[in-house]
């Protein structure tokens, strides 16, 4: 079965400096898509970053970018320049190309110190 | 944003009686989603919907029901709360499972 792991239960990160979230996975599929969301204080889930597993490019949305690493099953988000507004719970998900299932991994909540 | 709205936002019910949890879209997505989210779990699928009247089961189906009577609505239904459903519930949509999955503001359930 399919599984998602976030090994850093808690991270933090002074401003504007940079922070890494790790995230493998487990999965014996060639075609998926990988996901990184945020939850903020407020509970609203917000997607952060999507990667296709067929793309070899990492994803990057401004300070956003991700390190995919396919042999090693490895999805880690790097954040840049850390603001007070990135303060959330992060988690990793993973779908399989042509199923309706996603998996989350338990989430990395990142603090951000002034 | 995404239109999509959960209702009610909280609630307070007792173990044994039956409870219902309404998602609502705007965006007309075919696909919609019932997660719930405990502390040291993250979010696990309860059941999905691939349109309407068609829905299928996640990893945490047991003691829950759906229905989708319109490509809008999707009802997620607690038939005999138990307090081990305690938890917050989210909705989520999505015009193709592959993309992103937008999700609604959550209910916050507590069975007592």
């Known amino acids: 079965a399919q599984t998602v792991t976030q090994s850093q239960p808690e991270m933090s990160v002074q401003e504007a400096e940079t922070v890494t979230l790790s995230c493998t996975y487990d999965?014996?599929?060639?075609?998926?898509?990988l996901f990184w969301y945020k939850q903020p204080p407020s509970r609203q889930m917000i997607l952060v970053i999507r990667?296709?597993?067929?793309?070899?490019q990492n994803a990057t949305e401004n300070r956003f970018s991700v390190n995919f690493q396919k042999a090693a099953k490895s999805f880690s988000l790097k954040i840049s320049d850390s603001q007070l507004g990135d303060a959330a719970m992060y988690f990793c998900?993973?779908?399989?190309?042509?199923?309706?299932?996603?998996?989350f991994g338990t989430g990395t909540r990142l603090k951000v110190l002034a | 944003d995404a239109g999509i709205t959960q209702s009610p936002r909280h609630k307070v019910t007792e173990t044994g009686t039956p409870v219902t949890l309404r998602c609502h879209q705007t965006?007309?997505?075919?696909?919609m989603y019932w997660y719930r989210q405990d502390p040291g779990h993250g979010l696990r699928l309860i059941h999905y919907?691939?349109?309407?009247?068609?829905?299928d089961k996640g990893e945490v189906s047991d003691g829950y029901s759906v229905s989708r009577s319109k490509t809008e609505d999707f009802l997620l239904t607690l038939e005999s709360a138990t307090s081990s459903q305690t938890s917050v519930y989210f909705c989520?949509?999505?015009?193709?499972?592959?993309?992103?999955?937008?999700f609604g503001p959550g209910t916050r359930l507590l069975v007592l």
């Open positions: 989520a949509i999505s015009s193709d499972p592959a993309e992103t999955q937008y």
């Open positions: 999965t014996s599929e060639s075609d998926y898509y």
């Open positions: 990667q296709e597993a067929y793309k070899q």
């Open positions: 998900a993973y779908i399989s190309s042509g199923t309706y299932k996603y998996i």
């Open positions: 965006e007309n997505h075919r696909y």
């Open positions: 919907s691939y349109g309407v009247k068609d829905t």
